[in-house]
């Protein structure tokens, strides 16, 4: 049996071009594509000499993993109503992966208190 760690390794990839139907349909299903553009809002984490500091947080507009071929004029249509289509996207290989990229820390503690407040699933 292989070790689970060797199939499941991080990814994260830059698609080379923006992300069009025919690239799409050209994915390997069950990655994660995830928009370049995204939400990003700010909370305060403390406060010193009277000064503020703020974390600042980032969603990506469009979080969803690459869909079987079958279902790609479906998840196209998501894309387009998302308004996201034709621009640059990521590849990753899970939900927490991409939170990691966008955010910067690997903290499951921070992952699990963020990922309550995401407009997506985690």
């Not at 370049?36 to 990506?60: A, C, F, L, Q």
């Not at 990521?90 to 991409?98: I, R, T």
Request: proline share 4%.
């Amino acid at each position: 049996m292989k070790n689970t760690k060797e199939i499941h390794k991080p990814f994260h990839g830059v698609l080379p071009s923006k992300l069009s139907k025919a690239c799409l349909f050209m994915l390997t299903e069950g990655f994660w594509l995830m928009s370049n553009t995204m939400h990003s809002w700010r909370e305060p984490i403390s406060r010193v000499d009277g000064e503020v500091k703020y974390r600042i947080w980032n969603e990506p507009i469009y979080l969803e993993q690459v869909s079987p071929l079958s279902q790609r004029e479906e998840q196209w249509k998501r894309i387009k109503k998302a308004r996201v289509n034709h621009r640059h996207f990521h590849l990753v290989s899970s939900k927490k992966e991409a939170y990691i990229y966008l955010n910067g820390t690997t903290s499951d503690n921070a992952f699990d208190e963020h990922s309550s407040r995401l407009s997506f699933d985690m």
